[in-house]
């Protein structure tokens, strides 16, 4: 009798826990739920949040939202579904206010583990996106950034936001400059930093994505322009983390876009991150808006590989590879940079000048992969600037590469200022030949009905004959026996200028040009061959 008093007595408290947890858990969804709705309530004059269903399971401390709406004016977005995991009832409990003051910037909040949203879709005038897939994990934020000088309250930003906006709609033809609305601009300047260091994640990746833009095209003439679309598609989309301000890496796979103009497809595009806290600390310390604020800011390199399509004209284009050097932001200039083309593969028959087309076809040239880089150094203070890894390249016919020094007539020039006044320091260039040689002599041999090393004694003899001018300078005639040389037996060609001081480039390049002995003795021009 008694084993069953406590029996029974057991069972009613498992009941009475399984009501209190339920109770409990209604409770929170029901606070969670009405906090969701109090933030979608914060939103700019003009813009409206609406939701369908939303429940919360307090096992899984997950939230999900349906048929999620953000519209504005001009643009709308929507999500059939949003998923919030792992919900920290710690940053619920702050209501994301971070009233601790005390919160330094490393400090981070945890909000949720997981965010999900599915079937996005943005469309606005002249545009339509959709996102199949959107997940973010690892999502935080930092209350530091919420109470810094330069923070602004949300009904500034709402301020500032309608500014502008109203400025768009009363003139949307006018150009809106910073210096009009320095005010708003700076406010929404300061939102943005808030956003850049209040907002930590992990990794982001997003599926299916397509969208679809209005472009006026313009017509062959260069006048004129009528209605076109771009159409542009990835499969997958990540961006690896997102800390304070600084951008983890970024991979991009399976681009399909259609344009007026034809067709590109690119395999993979690559961005290896940036560091943009320079600005919005700045911003945030309460700093007016300048130029000076960007020093600091960091790019990482970008690169696009497997890019083909065809063109407007039915030919198709094929790019192995582009790559953006990394760069800085220091004084307000870019001190070094650089860009690199390889594999972009042109097909002869599609050559614009039929000349160049027929000349290409003699030679046996069905196609051209060509490669090109410019890599260079700016030191901005010493107005000197190096260039290196420098390079034109066809595949099928050689190579030439430049590196060269030369500095301008004063400090800190600015860099147009710096080249108009350039002085050359040093340089050297290279042609490596491939059969470029070989190709127009059997050109020139075919001709004329001449065998190729008939062909070949010919140039020579003309060169050796022509190039006495040269003679009259010990350089000169090192520059005749290498190039003979290399007609000879094709190979690399180096050419290196050393003047015994430096030689103003544009005077010298753009006034009478001396005899070419005087030429090659002011440049202190060295000539040598190798295999």
Excluded: C
């Amino acid at each position: 009798m008694r084993m069953g008093k406590v029996l029974g007595a057991a069972a009613g408290v498992a009941v009475l826990a399984g009501i209190g947890y339920w109770g409990a858990g209604y409770y929170m969804g029901q606070k969670v739920i009405r906090e969701l709705d109090a933030a979608l309530a914060q939103v700019p004059e003009g813009v409206k949040v609406t939701r369908g269903s939303a429940t919360f399971s307090l096992a899984t401390q997950t939230l999900h939202v349906e048929n999620l709406v953000i519209a504005g004016a001009n643009l709308r977005g929507e999500a059939a579904a949003l998923d919030i995991q792992g919900l920290s009832m710690r940053a619920l409990a702050s209501g994301l206010r971070a009233d601790d003051t005390t919160a330094t910037e490393q400090d981070v909040v945890p909000v949720a583990s997981h965010i999900t949203l599915r079937d996005i879709k943005v469309s606005g005038e002249g545009v339509e996106e959709t996102i199949a897939l959107s997940e973010m994990d690892q999502i935080g934020f930092r209350p530091w950034a919420l109470h810094q000088p330069g923070t602004p309250t949300l009904d500034q930003v709402k301020a500032a936001f309608a500014a502008v906006s109203d400025r768009l709609a009363t003139a949307p033809q006018a150009p809106l400059l910073p210096l009009e609305m320095s005010g708003p601009f700076q406010i929404l300047a300061q939102a943005m930093a808030v956003g850049l260091l209040v907002v930590d994640y992990g990794d982001i990746t997003q599926t299916g994505i397509s969208a679809r833009l209005k472009v006026p095209v313009v017509g062959p003439t260069g006048v004129g322009a009528s209605p076109g679309q771009v159409v542009a598609g990835y499969d997958r989309v990540v961006l690896k983390g997102f800390h304070a301000g600084v951008y983890g890496p970024m991979e991009m796979t399976g681009l399909t876009e259609t344009l007026p103009q034809g067709v590109v497809k690119v395999a993979q595009s690559t961005w290896a991150g940036g560091d943009l806290r320079a600005p919005a600390h700045a911003l945030l310390r309460g700093e007016p808006l300048s130029e000076a604020m960007f020093n600091g800011v960091s790019v990482g390199s970008f690169s696009i590989n497997g890019l083909s399509g065809q063109g407007p004209n039915g030919q198709p284009l094929q790019l192995g590879s582009m790559t953006l050097d990394p760069i800085v932001v220091a004084d307000g200039h870019i001190p070094a940079g650089g860009l690199t083309l390889q594999g972009l593969v042109i097909d002869t028959a599609g050559l614009g000048d039929p000349q160049t087309g027929a000349l290409a076809k003699a030679m046996g040239l069905t196609k051209l992969t060509m490669g090109m880089a410019l890599h260079y150094k700016w030191d901005v203070k010493g107005s000197a600037v190096t260039l290196e890894r420098t390079s034109v390249k066809v595949d099928e016919l050689g190579e030439l590469t430049l590196d060269a020094q030369f500095h301008g007539t004063a400090s800190n020039q600015d860099l147009t200022t710096l080249l108009q006044s350039a002085q050359l320091d040093q340089a050297r260039l290279s042609y490596v030949d491939h059969t470029l040689v070989d190709r127009l002599l059997r050109f020139n041999a075919s001709q004329q009905g001449k065998t190729v090393d008939a062909a070949r004694d010919q140039v020579v003899a003309t060169l050796q004959a022509n190039g006495q001018v040269l003679a009259a300078s010990p350089r000169g005639e090192a520059l005749l026996k290498a190039v003979v040389a290399l007609v000879r037996k094709p190979g690399t060609l180096t050419l290196d200028a050393k003047p015994a001081a430096p030689v103003p480039l544009v005077p010298f390049f753009t006034s009478a040009m001396p005899a070419p002995a005087v030429v090659i003795d002011t440049l202190g021009l060295d000539a040598t061959t190798a295999p």
